[in-house]
């Protein structure tokens, strides 16, 4: 297991450089993989040199694999955990660190404690404090609670101290150097001390006496100080000796110790862990985080070097654990102290921690680090517990962090941007704030089903605190979907995202515009198509577990590394990681995404991103870190769209390191390219029906041709053909010039029939659509011809008694091929117009077959011979008017024997009856 981090602390406040590497205790921790048999290991220690000094074993029980405390009998233990490193029976090995406390002790210079209730009595800012007071309001602590300070030991007679110390009344009223409880450990009356390995936990340096002060120094005792709770237990547990220093294995010891007081039935709420230092420990996390399932807090000191620790984590405070509360330090003005730690993403809470007065064994002394600020964290946790016993650990994490003082001097520095609060934490409600937002410049939105969430691109959405929600991220069409970021990081490129509410949350989802035209997540080595290019130097990229450096998340296990640090003390790199060829013909943007973890603690080193356009033989940078770009794990998008002048391109990542620095881990890489579309045409009406149209004349009806395409459709080519071509004619603009995407032009076509009878043809339109380069149209119609027939063209009335009427008809009807006849008008002209009259049904359009009835009557007013026309207009083109000649003879009664009918012995008008009657017979018949 390789180290991430190369600082330790010392009670004296000295920072060391960053480059100087972790100390060590020349032991080694060996995890191995649950199916490995004891045969195997013993085969292990024997054939490396190593001898087992010990088991971690409530770790081991824990997570079903042997945790294994090694001591090598000869060889460097950089060499040997590099080699257990590689046997495929070990999970992983690692040194086993010494850690310090994070103290900076100082001459006393008050005798107030500023931190509880500030009012300026050390010309400080009034209110600069936690609200203590205000908290006790509320609750002063419960003896149910216990706080576990792992750190040098406690002075457990201390006057202010000793009525709040846990005990083991088994083991305080039993037999000396007897385990009279049964739990492993003899005479742990107040704790145990793993330093020395014996049952007494008395503090031989001093600070963990003054950080049990901070935490629960009796209040209201009328004795010294107070803690930040009255009257919680504290159980001490020693792994650091008088110098302030101990092993990663008597830390996860400790830890341990408290885990199984915790199973057998004793409520510890958080265990205070006031110092930090050497590099990442998996053995170490894992311990924490299985204080975590137990349901404890675990409160870390940031550390004193004033260092980002999101750039260069400090452990144990920067471990990914959802039950660590890392806590920074601020002085009596609410500043950042000077020698604080910080991180925006991994540092949560700011806490007094400058000349801060509490216990001290044989007294009272005036202390300043980190150390003093977590444990105003512990204290308050217990009193949030003492107030909420139901609530989980998760809740009174959220509360925590949630109710801080929100500070411009924290903007920036700590997650929460705030110093701690202890009345806010007790009344503050417990919903946690989730945010949403879409970058990369694609379209697409966030859901969640069912909780209620359709987010198109930012959005706020409020939740029960330390509940869950799962984000699913849906690109639209021609978008890319390539990740998460933000407190959603860790669900890399899956597009679902389950998140546990225990803060306010902030995701994003990367969308970027354009289809993948490469993936790689690195989980073959090396992967299809990519090679590894030594250009000068001791190492090149290699693939390696995330576990091996533990910031790099994304969607797989594996990351390809280059890194300096594992090839040793004085080593140079100058490695390439080239991508396969890449097809951008088409193309009208391409963007690289990629996660990245740089580490550069050399300040020479850089990390590369080229392109090349011609197959690998020259390259152009396109990004680039180096030690300004130095701040840990990331997600990169970068812009290649402006090396697009070929129909390809090739990527690839060079590490260059001049000297033995650190490295440069990629991982989930992706490349999208947006290709315009080809031009696609589009036809419609996809057919021409022109009905009836009568010969002679033409009627005209459109097409529009669209472009669906990204690209431009030119139109080669109009043409009809087929059969009856000449009775189809057109006009258009669509040869004019090019159809643009999203654009149309039209083309008119004209039926002009010569001919009755049924006609067809073609429209025919070539253009530049790849996939359809002509497109044919059918066309139809029908010539006509209409024709107007008239019966009778004449009627003679005969003899007609001069006042009487005598009434006839005349049938119309459109005999012709097709079309309608409508008569538009029908008149009487001629001599006598006035003896006559008529009653005109023919107002509606005739189609072909159909007839109508113009009744005509004849009323003489006078005798004689009386004739008239009766003219009927309609829209025949060859015979537009017909007449019908009408005829008739007023007669007096006399002459006409008084009998109304018509002289001539009634033959007329029998006629005219039998033709009316031969007429309605006709219409009968039809109908």
Known sequence: MKLFFVIIFCIFALSFPQDIKPEHSGRIIVK????????????????YGLVKVGELKVLSEKMGSRYLLLKPISGKVEELIKALTHLPEVEFAEPDYILRTQVIPKDPMFDQQWALHNTGQTDGVPDADIDAPEAWDITTGSQDMIVAVVDTGVDY???????????????????????DDGNGYVDDCYGYDFANNDGDPMDDNGHGTHVAGIIAAEGDNGVGVVGVTWNTKIMAVKFLNSSGSGTTADAVRSIEYVIALKQRGENVVAINASWGGGGYSQTLRDAIDAAGREGILFVAAAGNSSN?????????????????ISVAASDHADNLASFSNYGKKSVHVVAPGVDILNTYPGGYATLSGTSMAAPHVSGLAALVRSAFPNESLCETKFRIISSVDKKNSFAGKVASGGRINARNALEVSPS?????????????????????????????????????????????????????????????SNPSC?????????????????????????????????????????????????????????????????????????????????????????????????????????????????????????????????????????????????FLNGPSLKIRFTYVSPGWHWWWQVDDVWVVAKVLSPPD???????????????GSSKTMSVTVSNLGEQVLQITDVSVVGQNANEFSYTTDCLTAPVGPGSSCTVDVTFSPTSEGSKSAELRISSNDPDEPTVTVPLSGTGYIPDIEVEPLSIDFGNVEVGKTLTSQVRVRNAGSGGTITVTEVRLTGQNPSEFSYNNNCTAPLYPGDECVIGVSFTPSSEGV?????????????????????????????????????????????GVGLISLIAFLRRFWRS
């Open 308 to 324: 980002d620790n999101d750039a260069n984590p400090f452990y144990p405070a920067s471990y990914k654990l959802d039950n660590i």
């Open 498 to 642: 389950s998140l546990f509410l225990d803060r306010d949350v902030s995701c994003t989802a990367i969308m970027i515009e354009g289809d993948p035209i490469l993936q790689e997540d690195f989980e073959s080595w090396v992967p299809a198509g990519w090679t590894v290019v030594n250009n000068g130097g001791d190492c090149v990229w290699e693939s390696t577990a995330k576990t091996g450096r533990p910031n790099m998340t994304g969607s797989s296990g594996h990351a390809a590394i280059a890194d300096s640090d594992w090839c040793g003390p004085n080593t140079t790199m100058n490695t390439s990681l080239v991508s396969p060829e890449l097809d951008v013909s088409g193309a009208v943007s391409v963007k690289l995404f990629f996660r990245s973890d740089f580490n550069d603690f050399g300040g020479s080193d850089q990390g590369i991103v080229e392109v090349s356009t011609d197959g690998g033989r020259s390259w152009q940078t396109a990004f680039i870190y180096d030690r300004a770009d130095f701040r840990g794990p990331r997600e990169e998008i970068v812009d290649l769209t402006q």
């Open 32 to 47: 191995f993989k649950r199916e490995v048999p004891l045969s195997a290991v013993r085969d292990i220690l024997r054939t």
């Open 157 to 179: 007679n201390h006057q202010d101290l000793k009525g709040n110390m846990w005990r083991n009344e088994a083991e305080c009223s039993g037999l000396p150097g007897v385990d």
């Open 866 to 910: 009386k004739s008239a026309v009766l003219e009927i207009l309609s829209d025949d083109p060859d015979e537009p008017k017909v007449e019908v000649s009408l005829s008739g003879t007023g007669v007096n009664p006399s002459d006409g024997g008084g009998s109304g009918c018509p002289s001539g012995g009634g033959s007329q008008a029998a």
């Open 432 to 492: 946690a704030s989730l945010s949403v937002s879409i970058i990369g410049g694609g379209d697409g939105s966030v859901v969640s089903d069912p909780a209620g969430i359709s987010c198109p691109g930012t959005c706020s959405y409020s939740f029960q605190a330390c509940s869950s929600v799962t984000l699913t991220a849906q690109p639209s069409a021609g978008t890319t979907f390539v990740g998460w970021g933000g407190d959603c990081y860790s669900c890399g």
């Open 681 to 695: 045409i589009d036809v419609q009406p996809s057919s021409l029906d022109f009905g009836g149209v009568q010969v």
